[in-house]
C-alpha cells in the first residue's frame, strides 16, 4: 500500500496544507479541521482507492479510512506542517456542536446527551474491571479453584470490582465536567454516599436520621442516578454561593457550603429519589425481557444500524451499567449491540462472496475481521453496506435473527465488556447462548445479502449525480433549479425572502433531492453545510440559491455538496443533493429559493408559477431588467 501517495492525494484534494488548521483522528476516521471547506474535493477524495468514505459533519471534515487510518496519519503528521490533535473518542462527535438553549422541544434529547456524556469517561474503566474479572472467574473455574481464598484474588477482585463499587464518584466527575461545575465537589457529595459510617449504620439496619428527618437505608455502591442528581444540586448550589458570597470569603465557604448542602440532601432526597427511578428503568427492562423479550432484541438489533449512523446508539449505553447493577445483567443492550456488529461482518461477508475484484476482496475481509473480532463497524457501514445499499438490508435481517436466537437462548451480559467475539466470556454461564446468536446473525446477514446482490437496482441512477442534466442552454438564459413546482417568492414562510429583501427570484417546492445550477457559469460560493450556493453567470449576473428555511441548523447533516467553489458549471448541473426525508422528519420547510441579488429582475409575470417544472427548463430566455 502507497500510503505516502494516498496522503499526498488527501493533503491536495482538501485544499493543500495551508487549508488544514489541525487533523486529529479516532478509530476509523481521519478529523480535519479546515480553514475553507469549499476548497475541498469530495467527490475526488471518494475516489481514492483507500477511501470508505467522506463525511462533513460538527464542523470538521472526516475521511473514513478503516484499516489504513494509522499509517496515513502518522505520515500526514510526519511529512507535512500539520498542527496534530492526536487521538479522540469516537463519541465525541456531539460534543462539536455550539450549544443551543434549553427548550421543551429539545428537553429529552438534552437530558439523554447529559446523561451520555456523564456516564461515557468511565466507560473504559467499567470495561476494564468487567473483563479483569472474567479472566479471574477464568483462572478459577479451569485452572485452580483454591486461588479464591488467597489474598491475591481478593486484592485483584478489589481492583476490578473498584470501578463498579465506585461508580457514583466517576458518574459524579463525569456530569461535573459536562455541566461546567467544580468536579471535586460533585464528587465528594456523592462519595457520602460510600463512606463506611454510613455503610456501617445500613448495615446495622437500625433506624437513623439527618436533622431530625428519617435517612433511607439503603446501598449506593455501583448506583449512577443518584450522582447525577447530587452533581446537578451541587452545580446549582456552587452557582448560587459564588453569586452571594462577597470573592474575599470565596475560597472558605463556597466549596464548604456546596459540599454541606449536596451532600445532606444526598442522604435525605437525592439518593433515595435516584434509588427509585433507577428501580423504575429496571422495571422497565424487566418488563420487556418478560414479555416481549425476544422480539424487543431482535429489533434493537435490527435499527442499530441507523442508529449508530444517526449517532443515536449513545442514547442508551448510560442504561448498561445501570441493568448490570439491578437486576445484576443485560439480557437487552449487550446482546442487541454484539448481533448489529456480527451482521455488519456477516454483510460484509456476503458481499466477498459477491465481488470479482480481488483487490476489494482482500480489504473487504480486513473490514469484516474487524467488525465481528474487535466490534469496529464504520468501515462496514459507510465502506460497503451502505455503499451498496442492498447489504443493509442483509445487516437488519441478521441482527433482528441473532438478537431473537440471543435473547430466546437466554443470552445475558453479567460484566461490562466490549461488543466482539474477544468479549464473550462476559456472558458467563450463558455464552453458549451468545455462540449460537452470533452463528446465526454472521449466517444469516451473509446468505441475504449474497442473494440479495450488490448490485444498483435496474434504472437506478442515484449515483450518477454529475450527468443528469445534458441540455445546453445559452449564457442569457435561467433554468429550472430542481423539479418541483414554481411558486412566488411572496408565498414562502420567511420574510427575508418573501419581502424580497435581498433581491427578487422564485421558490421551489421540493419533488427531487437534487439542487443545480440556475445558469452557466461560476459557482462563486458554496456554503459548508450545504444550504446554500452562489453562482455567477458569464454575463455578469449573479444568484443565491438557498435550500430550505432555517436548514443551516441542521449543520450540513443531510446535504451533500457534490461541486466546490470556483468551479465553471453549466445551467442545470446539479450542485447539492439533499436527503428530503430526513430534512422532513427534522421539521424544516424545504422550500428552496433561487435569489438574483445583484440585478433589478422581476419575475411576476411569469406564466410557469403554479405549475410544475423539471431541472433544467428553461424559465427565461433572454435575462432583461424587466421580464
Avoid at 512 to 521: E, L, M, T
Amino acid at each position: 500500500m502507497d500510503y505516502k501517495g494516498l496522503a499526498q492525494d488527501i493533503v491536495k484534494n482538501v485544499g493543500g496544507c495551508d487549508n488544514i488548521q489541525m487533523l486529529s483522528h479516532c478509530m476509523t476516521r481521519l478529523r480535519f479541521n479546515l480553514k475553507d471547506v469549499t476548497k475541498a474535493n469530495k467527490g475526488a477524495l471518494e475516489n481514492l482507492d483507500s477511501v470508505l468514505g467522506v463525511v462533513y459533519a460538527g464542523g470538521q471534515y472526516m475521511i473514513i479510512l478503516g484499516q489504513h487510518l494509522i499509517p496515513t496519519y502518522n505520515i500526514l503528521i510526519k511529512d507535512y506542517q500539520i498542527n496534530s490533535g492526536g487521538s479522540v473518542d469516537e463519541n465525541l462527535d456531539g460534543d462539536l456542536f455550539p450549544k443551543e438553549p434549553l427548550t421543551w422541544k429539545n428537553l429529552p434529547s438534552k437530558l439523554i446527551g447529559f446523561i451520555s456524556s456523564s456516564v461515557t469517561p468511565m466507560i473504559p474503566a467499567l470495561i476494564a474491571g468487567g473483563m479483569l474479572k472474567v479472566a479471574l472467574l477464568l483462572f478459577i473455574t479451569f485452572i485452580d479453584k483454591t486461588f479464591i481464598a488467597s489474598s491475591t484474588y481478593l486484592l485483584l477482585a478489589a481492583i476490578a470490582d473498584a470501578p463498579f463499587y465506585f461508580m457514583p464518584i466517576f458518574v459524579a466527575y463525569g456530569a461535573a465536567v459536562r455541566l461546567g461545575g467544580t468536579p471535586i465537589y460533585a464528587m465528594v457529595a456523592a462519595a457520602a454516599l460510600l463512606h463506611g459510617n454510613f455503610v456501617t449504620l445500613v448495615t446495622a439496619a437500625k433506624p437513623i436520621a439527618l436533622f431530625g428527618m428519617n435517612v433511607r437505608l439503603l446501598s449506593y455502591g455501583g448506583s449512577m442516578l443518584p450522582a447525577l442528581l447530587v452533581t446537578i444540586v451541587a452545580y446549582y448550589v456552587e452557582k448560587y454561593l459564588n453569586k452571594i458570597i462577597p470573592s474575599i470569603f470565596k475560597a472558605i465557604f463556597v466549596g464548604m457550603g456546596t459540599i454541606f448542602i449536596a451532600g445532606s440532601l444526598a442522604f435525605l432526597v437525592l439518593g433515595p429519589l435516584g434509588n427509585t427511578v433507577g428501580q423504575g428503568i429496571a422495571a422497565i427492562f424487566m418488563f420487556l425481557d418478560s414479555t416481549v423479550g425476544p422480539l424487543a432484541v431482535g429489533l434493537l438489533a435490527a435499527v442499530l444500524p441507523w442508529m449508530v449512523m444517526a449517532g443515536m446508539h449513545t442514547a442508551l449505553s448510560p442504561f448498561m451499567p445501570q441493568l448490570l447493577v439491578n437486576p445484576g445483567y443485560d439480557a437487552m443492550l449487550r446482546p442487541a449491540f454484539l448481533m448489529h456488529n456480527m451482521a455488519e461482518g456477516g454483510a460484509v461477508l456476503g458481499v466477498i462472496a459477491r465481488t470479482k475484484d480481488k483487490i476489494k476482496r482482500s480489504e473487504y475481509i480486513s473490514i469484516a475481521v474487524g467488525c465481528i473480532v474487535a466490534g469496529v463497524t464504520e468501515p462496514a457501514i459507510y465502506g460497503v453496506n451502505l455503499k451498496y445499499k442492498k447489504p443493509m438490508y442483509g445487516v437488519m435481517a441478521g441482527g433482528f435473527a441473532g438478537g431473537l436466537v440471543a435473547s430466546l437462548l437466554g443470552a445475558k451480559a453479567y460484566e461490562m465488556g466490549y461488543s466482539n467475539i474477544l468479549a464473550l466470556p462476559i456472558f458467563g454461564k450463558t455464552v453458549l447462548a451468545a455462540i449460537f446468536a452470533i452463528i446465526t446473525t454472521i449466517s444469516v446477514a451473509a446468505v441475504v445479502t449474497f442473494f440479495l446482490g450488490v448490485d444498483l437496482p435496474a434504472g437506478d441512477k442515484s449515483n450518477q449525480i454529475t450527468e443528469p442534466v445534458q441540455n445546453l442552454v445559452s449564457d442569457e438564459a435561467i433554468v429550472a433549479i430542481t423539479d418541483g413546482q414554481l411558486q412566488s417568492l411572496e408565498s414562502v414562510n420567511d420574510p427575508v425572502f418573501s419581502q424580497k429583501i435581498m433581491g427578487d427570484g422564485l421558490a421551489f417546492r421540493l419533488h427531487s433531492d437534487f439542487i443545480g445550477s440556475p445558469i452557466n457559469g461560476e459557482l462563486t460560493t458554496v456554503f459548508p453545510t450545504g444550504h446554500a450556493f452562489g453562482v455567477k453567470g458569464k454575463n455578469g449576473i449573479e444568484i443565491l440559491v438557498h435550500i430550505g428555511i432555517n436548514t443551516v441548523e441542521l449543520k450540513g447533516e443531510g446535504f451533500d455538496v457534490l461541486a466546490k467553489a470556483g468551479e465553471e458549471v453549466r445551467a442545470g448541473q446539479p450542485i447539492i443533493k439533499i436527503n428530503r426525508e430526513f430534512i422532513d422528519s427534522k421539521g424544516y420547510d424545504t422550500s428552496t429559493m433561487m435569489i438574483v441579488t445583484n440585478q433589478n429582475l422581476s419575475f411576476d409575470h411569469l406564466e410557469t408559477i403554479g405549475h410544475d417544472v423539471k431541472q433544467g427548463d428553461i424559465l427565461i430566455e433572454q435575462i432583461k431588467e424587466e421580464i
